[in-house]
């Protein structure tokens, strides 16, 4: 008689009997909790970075830039207004979402908030596993 708890997913996603399979319920379970883990905590984790501070170009230079950094990127750097002009169109060229009418602003807010003669941010360090 067909029982639907001898069946069981094989890594391949076919279905399998549970005599002939080496993957049990505690296999299964655990992969679940993994991928419902990791799938509550990469958010928690991002959410730990700096944001960008506030300002007029804050919500797009959100959107363009941390399309693909991490905000501590930014907001390492410290750079002339020049300096700012050469990344932001470096970025762009390699396809950041810049509208052509933002550049200005992206460049003027950059300028304005990580400027070369600007304290650098503290980043917060991982601990180390290293031993001394």
Same mark, same amino acid.
């Not at 396809?95 to 304290?119: C, H, M, W």
């Given at each position: 008689?067909?029982?639907?708890?001898?069946?069981?997913?094989? =890594?391949?996603?076919?279905?399998?009997?549970?005599?002939?399979?080496?993957?049990?319920?505690? =296999?299964?379970?655990?992969?679940?909790?993994?991928?419902?883990?990791?799938?509550?905590?990469?958010?928690?984790?991002?959410?730990?970075?700096? *944001?960008?501070?506030?300002?007029?170009?804050?919500?797009?230079?959100?959107? /363009?830039?941390? =399309?693909?950094? *991490?905000?501590?990127?930014?907001?390492?750097?410290?750079?002339?207004?020049?300096?700012?002009?050469?990344?932001?169109?470096?970025?762009?060229?390699?396809?950041?979402?810049? =509208?052509?009418? *933002?550049?200005?602003?992206?460049? *003027?807010?950059?300028?304005?908030?990580?400027?070369?003669?600007?304290?650098?941010?503290?980043?917060?360090? /991982?601990?180390?596993?290293?031993?001394?």
């Amino acid at each position: 008689m067909f029982n639907p708890r001898e069946l069981r997913f094989r =890594e391949t996603g076919s279905i399998d009997s549970a005599q002939g399979s080496s993957h049990g319920p505690n =296999e299964l379970s655990k992969t679940a909790l993994l991928a419902f883990t990791l799938l509550f905590l990469l958010p928690m984790l991002r959410a730990q970075s700096p *944001d960008v501070p506030p300002g007029p170009a804050q919500a797009k230079v959100r959107t /363009a830039c941390l =399309e693909c950094h *991490d905000a501590s990127i930014i907001v390492q750097q410290r750079l002339s207004k020049a300096a700012w002009t050469k990344e932001v169109d470096k970025m762009i060229k390699w396809g950041a979402l810049v =509208e052509a009418a *933002d550049r200005d602003s992206f460049i *003027d807010y950059l300028s304005t908030n990580f400027p070369p003669d600007k304290a650098a941010a503290e980043m917060p360090r /991982a601990a180390s596993t290293k031993r001394h």
